[in-house]
């Protein structure tokens, strides 16, 4: 029976649950959005909303609770900036919620199923975060031919004799 239990347990020891969280936490912080499965979606929202929430509150005591919950994981970008995880859920994110009473997070239930055992799939995102662009999508700059250079030549060309 599920009588007074708090949290969903996902077929996991206690040990093993709060490292599947801190490591989901970690890339939802990094990413900003994530494709997981739709109960560990569900109860990470859980998770991740009370980190926003001390990050809101900002005290030195919440950045303490903060990094015994997440440790204090250093992201590194692409352009070779690295940040840490604490840091950034205190600056940028309390910033961007701080108007914000709750609801951080959106899921999306997705319509595929892992091939491996049929599970549901979800996408779980943060609410305002900026566009998200995805490597598929290019700029949609259209590139000038050969001939259209010529022709630009061309007309310089005969325009400049003339006058």
């Known amino acids: 029976m599920r009588h007074a239990k708090t949290y969903?347990?996902?077929?996991?020891?206690?040990?093993?649950?709060?490292?599947?969280?801190?490591?989901?936490?970690?890339?939802?912080?990094q990413h900003e959005r994530i494709k997981t499965t739709l109960p560990k979606a569900k109860e990470l929202r859980r998770f991740v909303e009370k980190m926003i929430s001390l990050g809101k509150s900002g005290s030195l005591h919440d950045r303490r609770r903060a990094m015994a919950l997440?440790?204090?994981?250093?992201?590194?970008?692409?352009?070779?900036?690295?940040?840490?995880?604490?840091?950034?859920?205190?600056?940028?994110?309390?910033?961007?919620?701080?108007?914000?009473?709750?609801?951080?997070t959106r899921i999306y239930r997705l319509a595929v199923e892992r091939s491996g055992?049929?599970?549901?799939?979800?996408?779980?995102?943060?609410?305002?975060?900026?566009?998200?662009?995805?490597?598929?999508?290019?700029?949609?700059?259209?590139?000038?031919?050969k001939k259209s250079k010529k022709k630009k030549s061309d007309q310089t060309e005969e325009e400049a004799p003339s006058a």
């Open 117 to 145: 055992d049929a599970a549901d799939m979800a996408l779980i995102e943060f609410v305002d975060a900026p566009s998200l662009t995805t490597g598929k999508e290019k700029s949609t700059k259209k590139k000038s031919t």
């Open 70 to 104: 997440m440790g204090n994981k250093i992201i590194h970008h692409k352009d070779g900036k690295r940040t840490d995880v604490v840091g950034k859920l205190f600056s940028e994110l309390a910033e961007r919620y701080s108007k914000r009473n709750g609801g951080y």
């Open 8 to 29: 969903r347990k996902l077929s996991r020891q206690r040990s093993h649950y709060r490292a599947l969280m801190r490591n989901m936490t970690f890339s939802l912080l």
